[in-house]
């Protein structure tokens, strides 16, 4: 049922995509009254699941979800068609139009993307506001996993800026050592400033998976499982748990270190019970369980920074997210490129878009991830590859420069040649989910 609940979001998602993205193409291109022979969603080699003709263009869904298209009459694009562009061009024609007009058409559907992006942006300020946590509430500060500790960080420390940047909200501080090359951060432990290197490892260790860090939260107990042993022994709901057998442990990710090293035993648990303290005796299951799931609630644990905005204050606000979204995507390459970081090792495909949706369906969520994917979308269909919007935005540019075209036997031969590296990174990409499925 999960698989089931990711691919249906997935594909709702891709569709509106793809649907907005040749929306933006197909628009330009009927201002300048330029014929578009078909707009489909999904691609339709040898038959489609579904099309209708209106006016002069095919609407269709194909079968193959693998991103739709336009196809707008006299342009070399992924149909190949050279019978019609061996004719004499016609006015209707893409070819016929000047230069500034095919310009204006191949942006046409990246421009759409970056549009979607900031108008989903702004809908969910507007429907759910703003939530999240300042780095300065924070208040029981990190739990530092093994990377972390690696480079010097302990339990408990509370990151106060990264070089002289401090982050809006804790959870924007991996992601800024990741983008921004950060050469120090400095902690605040026990009431003293630490300034820490950050080295330059950690970020290839981090786009391997290694944790840094976690936000730490004390061990609250909210719910038990069945036959919970510390349920027997009398720790009830509420209760704060402070220390095994004498051990310290003020944040919840210590419990599971400690309580591996005591399977099997009894451990006395100390606890805060509504400011009385105790002591009660617990058994350990093989396992090394107690039996207590934790209050992981940010909304109860924590001090969250809300806003709500009206309808009109939204829009720039939407603006300004989709801009600093589009930056850090943008951003992402550098680490992509970089073969220091192994980040291309990294890159997913269809398996690792589908599982950044959660398994249930949550509108919060899954308008986010589409906004997010729509600026993926309209930043790799940018690149000058050809056989991309880039590409031909790029002989569009050299045209309007230079005052020719490239012949179209050279248009001809890059879309070739752009497809052949599409496919070869699609094939890489997928490539890569596939050998994580085996690890």
Do not use: C
């Amino acid at each position: 049922m999960d698989i089931l609940i990711k691919t249906a979001q997935l594909l709702l998602s891709l569709s509106i995509l793809v649907i907005i993205h040749e929306l933006g193409h197909f628009l330009f291109a009927k201002l300048f009254k330029t014929r578009v022979e078909k707009f489909y969603l999904f691609f339709d080699p040898w038959f489609s699941v579904f099309k209708f003709t209106k006016g002069e263009t095919e609407y269709g869904v194909g079968w193959l979800p693998l991103g739709g298209y336009v196809k707008i009459s006299g342009m070399i694009d992924e149909s190949m068609d050279k019978e019609q562009m061996a004719l004499p061009p016609q006015p209707h024609e893409f070819r016929s139009k000047p230069a500034w007009q095919r310009l204006l058409i191949m942006i046409g559907g990246v421009l759409f993307n970056f549009i979607l992006a900031i108008g989903i942006y702004a809908m969910i300020l507007f429907a759910w506001g703003e939530k999240y946590l300042p780095v300065e509430n924070a208040k029981y500060g990190i739990y530092a996993d093994s990377l972390g500790r690696q480079m010097g960080l302990q339990n408990g420390d509370i990151i106060l800026k990264l070089d002289e940047t401090v982050p809006a909200e804790f959870h924007d501080i991996v992601p800024e050592i990741l983008l921004n090359s950060h050469k120090e951060m400095t902690v605040l432990r026990n009431n003293e400033k630490i300034v820490l290197a950050i080295p330059e490892y950690v970020v290839a260790e981090v786009i391997k998976g290694n944790k840094l860090m976690h936000l730490g939260f004390p061990f609250i107990a909210d719910r038990f499982s069945e036959d919970s042993g510390a349920e027997k022994a009398g720790i009830k709901k509420g209760d704060r748990l402070l220390a095994i057998n004498g051990q310290e442990l003020p944040l919840f990710f210590q419990y599971a270190e400690v309580l591996g090293t005591y399977k099997s035993k009894e451990v006395l648990v100390k606890i805060d019970r509504n400011g009385e303290i105790k002591e009660i005796p617990v058994l350990i299951t093989d396992e090394g369980k107690i039996g207590i799931f934790p209050v992981v609630d940010h909304n109860i644990l924590f001090d969250l920074h809300e806003k709500e905005y009206g309808f009109f204050a939204s829009i720039p606000a939407g603006i300004s997210k989709g801009y600093t979204e589009i930056g850090n995507y943008l951003k992402q390459f550098k680490l992509i490129f970089n073969p220091e970081t192994e980040a291309y090792k990294s890159v997913g495909g269809f398996i690792a878009i589908g599982n950044i949706f959660p398994p249930f369906w949550d509108w919060h969520v899954f308008w986010s991830m589409t906004a997010l994917l729509s600026i993926m979308l309209g930043v790799v269909n940018i690149l000058p590859i050809p056989a991309l919007d880039g590409g031909h935005v790029l002989f569009l540019i050299y045209e309007l420069v230079a005052g020719r075209k490239p012949s179209d036997k050279f248009l001809e031969y890059a879309q070739i040649g752009g497809m052949v590296i599409l496919l070869s990174l699609l094939i890489f990409a997928n490539g890569n989910d596939i050998v994580k499925l085996f690890k």
